[in-house]
């Protein structure tokens, strides 16, 4: 569904990424995990085409999108889940929400099935989007971004800085979303959390593309795992 | 005449001021706010306005007030296309650059002062107000026989200044309108919150700049197409309103509407009072120096909920 085919990028004239490829299918979580500053962040602005490739492409349910301009990504069903949640500030969850449907056209019946999985923006709808505690200011990047409908979905670091209630809410979803036959690429640095969800772990290394692997390998053997990104 | 219908006087020519200040102002606070470019050249797309409010009314020619409303609709889609043009063959190349916009807008400033020179002349020319009756104001005072109203001598303004402070709200109220009751307003905001983060939700997001700098000059065209009857048209008219627009966004806390606006009356009252009572560069000098301040002690601009 998503595919990166040898994509180099990187910040004005600091390339970041080398040549890195990733397939995800349909209904496939698929974790990428490396150090600090490895360039997971940069994997996915580069996808989203936020970033100028310096080489490659990437492909979305067989379409090109690296060809077309940054806005007509989102367009064609890739959702975005920032690190540090990165929502509008200033305006009302609501209007949030509003930003997410109006990207793919989406109507309300769209927003309610959001809405259905998390009902506590539900009751906060008019409610400025920062003043929201972390976990529900997740929920709202996540649902913002669900809006979309999106076919493949890029989350990057959603757990970070919540409580484990939380943690457990976030990762219910998105194994709701697997079922629905969402593709999953997810950024996380807790690697128990991940590996209880992930179908497939592949790791990054200072911007080149690591081993990929089963999550059953690695759920039967953690030292690959510090082995990558041990400390 | 006493000190109190003087004040009266005073404060509405300031009101004046402040209501054609707040228009100019909210044009460059917009731009500020969402594109985070620092528009120099805004006073000359004021000038151009006036410039082109003045040919419209001259070719118009017929009752005063044809030309007048004519040149209300014509300047402000005429320099709002100029400002869009320049937005896409100017500072979209420089990827909106904080400090390379900055010097391309300098440019801007002397391409459109110097043809218009070259184009219009040096001369200053008026237009002609579309109504200007003379409205005496009365004042109160306790004579013998207790409270009675009088008009004292010299206390007078005009329909069309009453008109212009009228017009200038309206329009303001309509801007606010824009940016708080409408889609377009709604993916302005989120544009100015995460320019990124609306790009990865859909937003073309170069076609809001290019909109909301086309906007911007607008509005600062509509205001010198208000003020020209009272002031005239003349290729140097933008360095005044760009100063002073730039001491009101900062006062208000840079990219605040309402604060652009609370900024604009403040400073156009105290100009206008200050003005009167003392002298213009008296009125000048203390605005600057309220910058300063208000830089030193509250960056975030008098009215700024948070940090630019
Ligand atoms: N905006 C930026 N400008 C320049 N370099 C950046 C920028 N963002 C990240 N980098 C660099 O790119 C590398 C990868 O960063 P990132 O993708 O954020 O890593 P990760 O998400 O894996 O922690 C780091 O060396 C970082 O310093
Ligand atoms: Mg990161």
Redesign the interface.
Known sequence: MLRLEAISAGYGKAQVLRDFSLDVAQGEIVCLLGRNGAGKTTVMKAA???LPLMGGRVLLDGAEISRR???????AGLG?I?QGR??????SVA?NL???L???RSGRDTLEEVLELFPRLRERMDQPAQTLSGGEQQMLATA?ALC?RPKALLLDEPTEGLQPSMIDAIRQVIVTLREAGVAILLVEQRVDAVLSVADRVAFLENGRGGAVMEASQLRADRSIVDRYIGV | MEIGPYILLASLEGAVTAAVLALTAVGLSLVFGVMRVVNIAHGEFFMLGAVIAWYVAHWMGGHPALGFVAALVVAPLLVGAIAVAADMTILKRLDYDPERTIVATIGLLYIIQQLTLMSYGPEARPVEAPFNQRIALPWIERGESGWQFYYPWGLSTTSYKLAVIGAAGAVLCGVWALMTRTRIGLVMRATQADREMALAFGIPVEKVYALVFGLGAGLAALAAVLIVPIQQAHYLMGADPLLLSFIVVIIGGLGSLPGTVLAAVLIGLSDGIISVFFSPTLAKILATLLVGLVLVFRPQGLFGTRAA
């Open positions: 989203m085409g936020l301009p940054a806005h007509e990504v989102p367009r975005y920032p990165r929502l509008f500030t200033g305006l209007q509003e930003i997410g109006r990207a793919r913002r979309l």
